[in-house]
């Protein structure tokens, strides 16, 4: 104790001790404590944040993965239907052009065997023409009262 009354201790440091830990204990429950709490909610929070966008980062790209799988087999579906779609639109286009050609060759043979009897007829019209042309030809030429 002597040392302490050397050093210029006395009565007051025991109330001061007293109230330094009284106020250190008050401090810490009404400030540090609760500023310490939410410190670690939001250390709390923050990673939770980060697990829930680490989470929903993943699901995202499985959900384009699947995206991604859908519309390449939607894709091939459609590829498929436009394909059998084209080939049968192709095959019915031949059919129907071979038709028209038949009905066509029918039609020009039928106007054909019409041109070659009017031809017929008309040559046979005409094969005793040159005689009665040659006939008019000289009346013509040569009135009839100067013979």
Do not use: C, H
Not at 29 to 58: C, V
Request: aromatic share 6%; charged share 30%; proline share 2%.
């Amino acid at each position: 104790m002597d040392l302490l009354r050397t050093l210029g201790v006395n009565q007051t440091f025991w109330y001061q001790l007293v109230l330094l830990i009284v106020v250190f204990i008050v401090l810490s429950k009404l400030i540090i404590g609760p500023y310490l709490q939410a410190i670690d909610k939001r250390k709390q929070r923050t990673l939770g944040s980060e697990e829930l966008a680490a989470n929903m980062l993943a699901k995202t790209e499985q959900i384009q993965r699947e995206y991604e799988t859908r519309a390449q087999q939607m894709n091939m579906q459609i590829r498929e239907v436009y394909d059998s779609v084209r080939a049968a639109a192709r095959k019915e286009q031949e059919t129907t052009i071979q038709a028209t050609r038949a009905e066509v060759e029918t039609y020009l043979r039928g106007e054909r065997e019409k041109l070659k009897k009017n031809e017929d007829k008309v040559r046979a019209e005409l094969a005793g023409a040159p005689a009665e042309l040659a006939g008019v030809v000289a009346e013509q030429l040569m009135p009839a009262g100067g013979r």
